[in-house]
């Protein structure tokens, strides 16, 4: 009975973890792949997509590829930042992002990264967030290059 009264008091309160659409994204600190210190507040004024993998994860690799191109296709109005969350060592980061030729910055695990967005359920998850810094979508699952298109480069209609 105590360990259901733990499990209820946990979940009353993941809520207040988990960041959500219309958030504004609280600044934070990391460091890359090289060991240099970046804030999430030097995006400012781009779209940022924050994207959690892992390398082992098949549906993370799948979505690799749209990711770069589309970071490379909208470098002056789109960043991403791809977010180690299966605690890869900084070595196999590299040696990973060699292998598959990623453009984009591959940040690994740490504690400032895992917290900022609050409990991450599953991977692939990411964060659309406009240039003004707030989370405009959460995707659970693969993210495509038309969808980021959506949000960067959004349709225009006409009347």
Not at 130 to 136: D, K, Q, Y
């Amino acid at each position: 009975m105590k360990n259901l009264k733990t499990l209820f008091i946990i979940f009353l309160f993941i809520p207040s973890f988990i960041a959500i659409a219309g958030d504004k994204v609280k600044d934070f600190s990391f460091n890359d792949l090289q060991g240099n210190p970046h804030k999430f507040s030097d995006y400012k004024g781009k779209w940022v997509l924050v994207n959690y993998w892992a390398t082992y994860c098949p549906p993370c690799l799948a979505e690799i590829p749209d990711i770069d191109r589309f970071a490379q296709n909208n470098k002056d109005k789109f960043v991403a930042l791809g977010m180690d969350a299966g605690g890869s060592s900084i070595e196999d980061i590299k040696a990973f992002k060699k292998e598959l030729n990623v453009h984009y910055p591959l940040i690994p695990s740490q504690e400032s990264t895992m917290l900022a967005f609050g409990i991450v359920m599953a991977i692939p998850t990411s964060y659309v967030i406009s240039p003004n810094g707030e989370i405009v979508d959460k995707f659970v699952g693969i993210i495509t290059y038309d969808d980021l298109d959506y949000y960067v480069n959004p349709p225009i209609f006409e009347k």
